[in-house]
């Protein structure tokens, strides 16, 4: 009888764990779950990193996007979907600034 008490609470814990899991709980759907396989992504390039001129595109109007105004001879280089801090004289990597952009970036 004990193991059959057992069985009955799996068979109703299952459900309920699967659905707890679920964003959206209707009742007569099931739920799909999907395992997330996300690997950190790799920055591009680091800091100290020197780049290739005429490879990567200069972001204009940094105001705009939340970010303190250019001086000091550095520049904001967009390299894939980030931001970085750039020396304009020898475009050595300064430092990755995409957390500090607005959320319009």
């Known amino acids: 009888m004990r193991q059959l008490w ?11 764990a699967a659905q707890a899991q679920c964003r959206v709980a209707i009742a007569g759907t099931a739920c799909v779950t ?24 200069m972001l204009m109007n940094a105001t705009y996007y939340g970010l303190p ?3 000091d001879g550095w520049v904001y280089m967009r390299i894939a979907d980030d931001i970085y801090r750039v020396d304009w ?9 995409t ?3 607005g959320r319009n970036w």
Request: aromatic content about 2%; charged content about 20%; proline content about 10%.
């Open 69 to 71: 105004p250019v001086s």
């Open 6 to 16: 057992m069985i009955a609470a799996l068979a109703t814990a299952l459900p309920l």
């Open 34 to 57: 999907v395992p997330q396989t996300s690997a950190p992504k790799a920055d591009p390039v680091q800091a100290g990193d020197t780049l290739e001129r005429g490879q990567y595109q």
């Open 89 to 97: 004289r020898t475009h050595t990597v300064l430092e990755r600034v």
């Open 99 to 101: 957390d500090q952009a």
